[in-house]
């Protein structure tokens, strides 16, 4: 996947915030369908946190209750997580809250992960480990984007806490660390042409038939 984000971010296309709009809006559907009540977005820095952001804006777009946690201070966001916070500020969504004990996780009817994705480096530390224990405590369901945080998502291994998401949302290709993983699987198009799989020599059929996603299993065991 990272060969295939190089290919289409050096070269061929799309660039990376075209495909976070997919990922983010695609992401805000599939919680759409999950919950009408609050979606707490728990966001991170990088290209995970950003499409968790943008997901943000769609969900208040569309009228849900959005509530978003930061694993820092937002002026100390960078990149594309940077740009897409600053679009929502424009929208209702509740933002800044520094502490868990303000997000009103007690009343979600749904947490996004958006923490860490295929990124992770070692243990989950600091305020990006806290909220990977803030997502574990939600009584409701949790969906992550492309990964659950903690996952490395070549080995699927746990370097230390790791998310357990009920649902979880990978982009264009389905990670091998997610093999055997719980939890229900989807796979979002984010709008990556054919040349760029042929350039990664990734021998591709698309699945989506239509579809901005499909769904890979559901509830499998382990
Ligand atoms: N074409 C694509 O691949 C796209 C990728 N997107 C997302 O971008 C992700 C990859 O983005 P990045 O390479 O920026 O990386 P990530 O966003 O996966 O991870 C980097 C972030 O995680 C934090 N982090 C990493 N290890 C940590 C640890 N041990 N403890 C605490 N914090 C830690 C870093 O501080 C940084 O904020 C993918 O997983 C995917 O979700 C989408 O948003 C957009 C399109
Ligand atoms: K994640």
């Known amino acids: 996947m990272r060969e295939i984000d190089r290919i289409a971010v050096g070269d061929v296309g799309p660039e990376l915030l075209q495909m976070m709009e997919n990922a983010g809006r695609t992401l805000a559907g599939l919680a759409r369908s999950l919950t009408d009540e609050t979606v707490v977005v728990l966001a991170g820095d990088g290209g995970n946190g950003g499409g968790g952001l943008c997901a943000a804006r769609h969900l208040s777009n569309h009228g849900w209750d959005v509530r978003v946690v930061l694993d820092r201070p937002s002026d100390e966001l960078t990149g594309a997580a940077a740009t897409q916070y600053h679009v929502l500020k424009g929208t209702d ?50 969906l992550s984007l492309d990964v659950p945080s903690g996952v490395d998502a070549t ?68």
Do not use: C, M
Request: aromatic letters at 4%.
């Open 155 to 222: 080995t699927g291994e746990t370097p230390g806490v790791a998310v357990a998401a009920d649902v979880v949302l990978t982009l264009a290709l389905p990670k091998t660390g997610l093999v055997g993983a719980r939890g229900d699987l989807w796979l979002a198009d984010i709008g990556i042409p054919r040349e760029v799989y042929r350039r990664a020599g990734v021998e591709y059929d698309q699945p989506f038939s239509g579809e901005t996603r499909v769904r890979l299993h559901a509830n499998p065991p382990g």
């Open 93 to 142: 969504a509740t933002l800044g809250a520094t502490g868990v004990e303000s997000t009103g996780l007690s009343e979600a009817g749904l947490v996004v992960d958006a923490v860490i994705g295929y990124g992770l480096s070692g243990a989950p530390r600091g305020r990006g480990r806290d909220l990977v224990e803030t997502a574990n405590r939600a009584p409701s369901s949790v």
